[in-house]
């Protein structure tokens, strides 16, 4: 009829509807090492393990290349739907009102199976095979981290914690019983066990530190630990549920949070006569009345359950200790030492976390970019959009860089230098000298918790928006692979899990001021010499950028030895941000030189020249800057194409 429209109304079963975005896998290992980086979706991460790998090492390669495939599989993702959607409950109480002492604690079955992946893949346990020593063990393991950690429903939370106890354990190892018969038996265990491939063997560990009145201050810990006398230790239980016998102290007192509650094992601070001491606890033990094989919670009450804007998937509660019995761990009274050896290697799980939770975002981004139409054409078609998106990945590169470097100092430390660091492309990164490489490893690492955090929050939240109501949404079908929503309230915690970004800025002038480190002058002589050699090697590329930073170098050494500590504390956010306006320049402009890649020299200019945030670009050579927009965000393929 005439006037009546000619186009057949939408339903909800015909007309327009969107195809799926493919996500492909974010690392591609191939045999000509020097490609893998232009094969992979993310780009950056193929460029830091060309960095700091050699390239004899084929076996690390394929087993990121194929976990990163895994971490798509139809049922990995149904896992972590799973877990996101069925949550832990509390089942406090018996069928008739007693206290449920045996199994309070449910968790899903996709939860479940997600841990025994990660524990199959070795995710705490590569750091620790010690047959591994010409290849940095600690940048593959984080890089097997860093392409399962979108799908793996916050499991890598208990395995960073995992990850710390091993560590701190395997510091302890050699010591002597002394006046606790058995402890170094019980240690050896516990670190085979944290360290183990095998599921039905391993166990993670939680990391009980925060109270009520303390926060991030451990000074205020209200947990008390006293040593039992010889009757106490006859009465009740005996050994722990794997048949271990039970320390000889009883802690008792109120943990407020407390993540990775189902794990076998925790370590906590509480107090003792001589001071604040950290102690080591099995979560279980066997049951007093009933049979042999009955075991209940180690004087372990869960009282609730936290009700968290993300993190829904881990059981993170609060603990009331009573009567929990426990082996001191070092030297009593000297607790806060023990437990920076946790401290250390959590708050660079905490970056590198975030850093992957940022990298999915941007692969749904950038996948999204190129199904998704706009006006009658693709959204990599508008070059607004594409602008924007790079420089995110610009800023996503800089804080792959700077955390990446964190975990290349780690692993450094922890091997041999000649064998590891000699026949990589990053020996003028990796310092020789050990004692040089863990000063500069304990000043940059708190700078780079708070602020890739931080900054991971905030380009997470730039991708949802790249995804328009999509991203708003709770996507949970199709394997909640659109899922951006989660991966941000995931994220939301990293700012403020293992000390917020004051408590990371306070640490970092603890490091500047302290006299002991770098002869009393840590950013001349660690900081400022490591810049000035890197500077070195990226002159010839990049001399104006170069200038750029070694003036930043010298206003903030200058600005710092004219300041009291607490005018320093005052900076302290300000300090943080200077530490990284260094740092990450260095970074990203060494690895462009270090092959002379256009798509990194254009990044690194550009971030250099950015000044870490908001990049002034070329207005009157827009539409040549429109093109390298397009290789940074999506790859130098598409960009060849005409715009």
Not at 266 to 292: E, I
Not at 309 to 315: A, N, V
Not at 488 to 516: C, H, K, Q, Y
Request: glycine share 8%; charged share 25%.
């Amino acid at each position: 009829m005439p006037g009546q429209a000619s186009n057949k109304p939408s339903s909800s079963t015909e007309g327009f509807f969107q195809s799926l975005p493919k996500i492909p896998p974010c690392y591609n290992f191939t045999a000509d090492a020097k490609k893998n980086h232009d094969t992979s979706d993310d780009v950056v991460l193929g460029r830091i393990l060309e960095l700091y790998l050699p390239r004899n090492c084929g076996n690390v390669g394929q087993s990121i290349h194929n976990l990163a495939r895994r971490a798509l599989d139809p049922v990995t993702l149904q896992h972590s739907v799973d877990a996101e959607t069925n949550q832990p409950f509390l089942r406090p109480l018996t069928t008739f009102g007693e206290e449920n002492r045996n199994d309070p604690l449910s968790t899903s079955a996709g939860w479940k199976a997600l841990k025994a992946i990660g524990q199959e893949e070795g995710f705490v346990s590569t750091a620790y095979e010690t047959e591994n020593a010409s290849w940095n063990r600690r940048v593959h393991q984080f890089a097997l981290n860093h392409v399962w950690s979108g799908s793996a429903a916050m499991t890598g939370c208990p395995a960073s914690m995992t990850d710390g106890a091993a560590k701190l354990l395997a510091a302890h190892l050699g010591d002597p019983d002394g006046d606790q018969p058995g402890r170094s038996e019980v240690m050896r265990e516990a670190y085979r066990r944290l360290i183990s491939r095998d599921p039905r063997a391993a166990w993670t560990s939680g990391q009980w530190m925060t109270e009520r009145t303390g926060g991030s201050d451990v000074r205020e810990t209200e947990t008390i630990a006293r040593r039992l006398t010889q009757d106490e230790l006859l009465q009740g239980a005996s050994h722990d549920a794997h048949g271990m016998p039970l320390g000889p102290w009883r802690i008792d007192g109120f943990k407020w949070f407390s993540s990775a509650t189902d794990s076998e094992m925790t370590v906590m601070l509480a107090q003792t006569t001589k001071g604040l001491s950290l102690f080591y606890a099995p979560m279980r033990r066997h049951a007093v009345s009933g049979s042999p094989s009955e075991t209940e919670l180690n004087g372990i009450r869960i009282q609730r359950l936290k009700n968290k804007l993300g993190t829904k998937q881990l059981p993170t509660a609060e603990l009331e200790l009573k009567g929990v019995r426990g082996w001191l761990i070092g030297e009593e009274g000297r607790g806060v030492k023990e437990v920076a050896t946790i401290l250390n290697v959590t708050r660079l799980y905490t970056a590198a976390g975030s850093t992957a939770g940022w990298g999915r975002g941007l692969a749904i981004c950038r996948a999204y970019t190129r199904a998704r139409k706009v006006q009658g054409a693709l959204l990599e078609k508008n070059r607004q959009h594409v602008r924007w998106m790079a420089d995110e990945t610009m800023k996503y590169w800089a804080a792959m860089h700077w955390t990446f470097f964190g975990i290349a100092l780690q692993g450094s430390i922890e091997q041999d230098w000649n064998l590891m660091v000699r026949n990589t492309n990053a020996v003028p990164l990796i310092p020789r000298d050990r004692k040089q490489a863990a000063t500069l490893l304990r000043l940059i690492t708190p700078a780079l918790k708070a602020l890739v955090s931080v900054e991971s929050v905030q380009g997470l939240r730039a991708c949802m928006e790249g995804l328009g109501g999509v991203g708003y949404c709770e996507n949970n079908e199709d394997g909640g692979i659109l899922n951006v929503a989660r991966i941000f309230r995931d994220t939301l915690v990293n700012p403020i899990w293992e000390g917020t970004v004051s408590v990371m800025a306070e640490d970092v002038v603890r490091v500047i001021t302290d006299r002991r480190l770098g002869d009393g002058r840590v950013l001349e002589n660690v900081l400022g010499q490591w810049t000035r050699h890197v500077l070195q090697f990226c002159q010839r590329l990049l001399a104006d950028e170069c200038a750029l930073v070694r003036r930043r170098l010298e206003l903030f050494i200058r600005s710092t030895e004219k300041a009291d500590k607490e005018e320093l504390l005052w900076r302290g956010r300000v300090i943080i941000s200077q530490v990284q306006d260094i740092v990450c320049p260095c970074l990203l402009m060494y690895d462009a030189c270090v092959d002379g890649d256009e798509v990194a020299l254009i990044v690194a200019s550009r971030y250099v020249r950015s000044y870490g945030g908001y990049n002034q670009q070329s207005y009157s050579q827009w539409h040549s800057e429109s093109l390298k927009d397009k290789k940074v965000f999506l790859g130098t393929d598409i960009a060849t194409e005409k715009l």
